[in-house]
């Protein structure tokens, strides 16, 4: 298997731009998640998927961001306006209940300018 | 609410020789995983190694082992024999078996590797 894939590997947008990031999870595996990583506050879970379903979206900033799971095999986040804090890595990662580990993907750097 | 907590922002070592990575957690739970990760400059977050808390042998892969002590909740990572690929942030993290897979994450380590 490829791994978890995400694109792009890096974005530069204007403060206010609509950004969408894009991950697909490993083959077979029911849970997605979405993390923000950050110099001040490491790595923070936005969101996680079971089965496609949002599971808990508690960790979500603010309402500009908005996360979707069509169907298995695809999900975006969504920033919708960014802004310059929203700078940082955003992680899309996976795992399944044959696994006790999350499987990452290599991460979008994003820099909102 | 389960914590973790790594006290060493960089350490450094010489290539060749053995580093110890702290890492400690607080929990009620008596059964939970936990785990190394490492993050090199390319930024993938890669598992280097797991531990079942039920387990009571330290995992060991390759060059990387852990100090389990379930009673001091302490989960240490020895890297013998360092490499300069080694050099990367290892972040420490625990996870509940009830948590549907959340990862609950120390700050991390910096680990630095002299020639």
């Known amino acids: 298997d490829a791994g978890v894939i995400q694109s792009p590997r890096h974005e530069v947008t204007e403060m206010g731009q609509e950004v969408t990031l894009r991950c697909k999870p490993i083959s077979g595996h029911d849970y997605l998640f979405w993390y923000r990583q950050t110099m001040m506050r490491g790595l923070e879970l936005l969101i996680y998927f079971n089965n496609n379903v949002p599971i808990d979206d508690s960790g979500m900033p603010e309402d500009r961001f908005s996360a979707k799971m069509p169907n298995a095999s695809f999900s975006t986040l969504k920033i919708q306006p960014s802004e310059p804090r929203d700078s940082a890595v955003y992680f899309c990662?996976?795992?399944?209940?044959?696994?006790?580990?999350?499987?990452f993907g290599q991460g979008t750097r994003l820099t909102v300018v | 609410a389960q914590t973790v907590t790594q006290s060493q922002p960089e350490m450094s070592v010489q290539e060749a020789e053995t580093v110890t990575l702290s890492c400690t957690y607080d929990t009620s739970e008596s059964d939970y995983y936990l785990f190394w990760y490492k993050q090199p400059p390319s930024r993938q977050m890669i598992l280097v190694i797991r531990?079942?808390?039920?387990k009571q042998q330290n995992a060991t892969e390759n060059r990387f082992s852990v100090n389990f002590q379930k009673a001091a909740k302490s989960f240490s990572l020895k890297i013998s024999d360092s490499q300069l690929g080694d050099a990367a942030m290892y972040f420490c993290?625990?996870?509940?078996?009830?948590?549907?897979?959340?990862?609950?994450w120390g700050a991390g380590t910096k680990l630095i590797i002299k020639p």
């Open positions: 990662a996976s795992s399944s209940p044959l696994n006790t580990e999350a499987f």
């Open positions: 993290a625990y996870r509940s078996p009830n948590s549907n897979y959340q990862l609950i």
């Open positions: 531990q079942e808390a039920y």
